[in-house]
């Protein structure tokens, strides 16, 4: 039985809030439901003395308390006097699942200590030699999905923390200038076995009219027409190319940030992808905003579309004879935009290689024929969803591939449906769908924004073990940065707890964010 008075400081418990919980513990004597001992037992003698201790820190954590705390929506009822003790036993339990000695261990209380702040674990990176291209989607993940592989979920946490580095970039310097076009920004890569070879720009094709800049003339960035978007970047490590059976090249592809992108995004008429794409009853038709921020050329960058590809065929022609991958990764609007390159990628050249798409939080792109080119393209796409996302359910919230399904049960031709339903778009791939709810660390009622965060989405994904299993008691991603980007839907428990750590100010102390991925595996 452990001494809690001995092993646990006062100091790592004070900013615990008690709730009740309820655990099973069969080998503890601290169990209720255990066979009273004999009164001088060893076993009788340990629980007087756990009570003891207990009930000393019930006196310290009263008097740490605020004496009068104000009302609020959250607050919780005094327990009464001869629940106390009981209360604050079970209040220590994070997860229910483990037992009650394992729960009051330091060990547990260290692990939350880290999770709250920014130190990152390293994992081992499993070869994935032969099966590289099971990972890679050849058989759409089959098999792989639910329960989720580790070495896949490894992966496609990698996928996003290459996009999270594109934001970084865009960010840090959000101002596109015609003299910075000619080099590749400096973008610090989450992986220091790739190097960045290219950056990526976009352009839209509306602008705003002349007199908004006489109105408002600080908007800046906000109103430019070319932003830089992403970038390509090519595995450079041999070590790296042996565990991963191949030479990956990675297009990672920010979602909306500049106003003309959101115009973009709102043009949601179907357009044909290409002037001769005849597949069968359903040609293939993708929204207008998307289409034209990957075609339009800006006044002196090439558009994202030639800028792919002419990168990806000098890549080609200068790693000939090399086993070499494609992993085109995007979040939101950069999601939409990894589809549309993919389409790009997969006829340019005779000899492409694999193609797969990691989406994060992304819209619907297209109609049922663009999902039919993409895949007789051979483009692998798996879709990383919240269920609490609203951005993964439009456009055609109301018009649809369930709305579209059921009329084409009906024997309604694919041509007459498309004439008559203009706006029918249809999701891409295969479904990895995650759950906020899932989540122990974030509120259940998280807020639109928060659902569609990339962080949390890397974080529910780390957490996923499967559709019908709780979120992993084991997961290793920090939490500095999702409760530094999302601190109001985070519970209040670890809200308090990073407080105490004072984790609220490490922001603004200049420390920099580890390079090393931290891995769930």
């Known amino acids: 039985?452990?001494?809690?008075?001995?092993?646990?400081?006062?100091?790592?418990?004070?900013?615990?809030?008690?709730r009740r919980a309820v655990f099973e513990c069969s080998g503890s004597p601290l169990n209720p439901h255990k066979r009273a001992p004999a009164r001088n037992s060893p076993e009788n003698l340990s629980t007087d003395m756990t009570r003891k201790h207990l009930s000393n820190l019930e006196r310290l954590l009263q008097k740490q308390s605020h004496p009068n705390p104000p009302p609020g929506p959250e607050a919780e009822p005094e327990p009464?006097?001869?629940?106390?003790?009981?209360?604050?036993?079970?209040?220590?339990?994070?997860?229910?699942?483990?037992?009650?000695?394992?729960e009051m261990s330091p060990r547990h209380l260290n692990r939350l200590q880290r999770l709250l702040s920014k130190s990152a674990e390293y994992s081992p990176r499993n070869s994935l030699g032969c099966r590289w291209r099971d990972y890679h989607g050849a058989n759409d993940?089959?098999?792989?999905?639910?329960?989720?592989?580790?070495?896949?979920?490894?992966?496609?946490?990698?996928?996003?923390?290459?996009?999270?580095?594109?934001?970084?970039?865009?960010?840090?310097?959000?101002?596109t200038s015609p003299e910075e076009v000619q080099w590749p920004r400096h973008v610090a890569?989450?992986?220091?076995?790739?190097?960045?070879?290219?950056?990526?720009?976009?352009?839209?094709?509306?602008?705003?009219?002349?007199?908004?800049?006489?109105?408002?003339?600080?908007?800046?960035?906000?109103?430019?027409?070319?932003?830089?978007?992403?970038?390509?970047?090519?595995?450079?490590?041999?070590?790296?190319?042996?565990?991963?059976?191949?030479?990956?090249?990675?297009?990672?592809?920010?979602?909306?940030?500049?106003?003309?992108?959101?115009?973009e995004n709102v043009r949601d008429v179907l357009v044909p992808v290409a002037d001769d794409d005849e597949n069968g009853d359903t040609p293939a038709k993708v929204e207008l905003g998307f289409?034209?921020?990957?075609?339009?050329?800006?006044?002196?960058?090439?558009?994202l579309a030639e800028s792919v590809v002419e990168e990806i065929k000098r890549l080609m022609e200068k790693y000939k004879g090399e086993t070499l991958s494609i992993t085109i990764t995007g979040h939101s609007l950069g999601a939409a935009l990894a589809l549309l390159v993919a389409d790009e990628l997969s006829t340019c050249a005779p000899d492409v290689p694999p193609i797969a798409v990691f989406s994060f939080g992304g819209p619907r792109v297209g109609n049922r024929g663009f999902a039919n080119r993409?895949?007789?393209?051979?483009?692998?796409?798996?879709?990383?969803?919240?269920?609490?996302?609203?951005?993964?359910?439009?456009?055609?919230m109301f018009v649809n591939e369930d709305l579209d399904n059921k009329l084409r049960a009906t024997g309604a031709g694919g041509r007459l449906l498309d004439a008559l339903v203009p706006w029918s778009y249809a999701h891409v791939?295969?479904?990895?769908?995650?759950?906020?709810?899932?989540?122990?660390?974030?509120?259940?009622?998280?807020?639109?924004?928060?659902?569609?965060?990339?962080?949390?989405?890397?974080?529910?994904?780390?957490?996923?073990?499967?559709?019908?299993?709780?979120?992993?008691?084991?997961?290793?991603?920090?939490?500095?940065?999702?409760?530094?980007?999302?601190?109001?839907?985070?519970?209040?428990?670890?809200?308090?707890?990073?407080?105490?750590?004072?984790?609220?100010?490490?922001?603004?102390s200049g420390m920099a964010m580890s390079n090393c991925l931290p891995s769930p595996s």
């Open 429 to 508: 791939g295969t479904e990895l769908r995650v759950d906020t709810k899932m989540s122990p660390f974030l509120r259940p009622d998280a807020d639109v924004a928060c659902c569609h965060d990339l962080e949390a989405y890397l974080h529910l994904v780390d957490g996923f073990l499967a559709s019908n299993c709780p979120f992993r008691s084991n997961a290793k991603r920090s939490l500095w940065k999702l409760l530094n980007e999302q601190r109001s839907n985070v519970k209040r428990l670890y809200t308090s707890k990073a407080k105490a750590l004072n984790l609220s100010n490490v922001k603004s």
């Open 80 to 102: 009464e006097p001869e629940t106390r003790t009981r209360g604050i036993l079970e209040g220590l339990t994070l997860w229910p699942e483990m037992k009650a000695a394992e």
């Open 1 to 18: 039985m452990m001494q809690i008075g001995a092993t646990l400081p006062a100091h790592n418990l004070q900013v615990f809030q008690v």
């Open 141 to 175: 993940w089959a098999g792989m999905l639910d329960p989720l592989d580790e070495n896949l979920r490894r992966e496609v946490v990698r996928s996003g923390e290459f996009i999270q580095a594109a934001y970084h970039g865009f960010h840090s310097k959000p101002a």
């Open 291 to 303: 289409q034209s921020l990957l075609k339009t050329r800006g006044e002196h960058v090439p558009s």
């Open 189 to 263: 890569l989450p992986d220091r076995s790739y190097r960045m070879t290219r950056s990526l720009y976009a352009t839209a094709s509306v602008g705003l009219p002349k007199w908004v800049d006489h109105v408002a003339p600080d908007l800046g960035w906000m109103t430019q027409r070319s932003s830089w978007v992403g970038y390509v970047a090519v595995c450079d490590d041999r070590r790296e190319i042996q565990r991963m059976g191949r030479r990956d090249i990675v297009i990672a592809l920010r979602g909306t940030a500049t106003c003309l992108e959101w115009a």
């Open 374 to 396: 993409l895949s007789s393209n051979k483009v692998k796409v798996l879709r990383i969803v919240n269920s609490q996302d609203l951005v993964t359910r439009v456009p055609g």
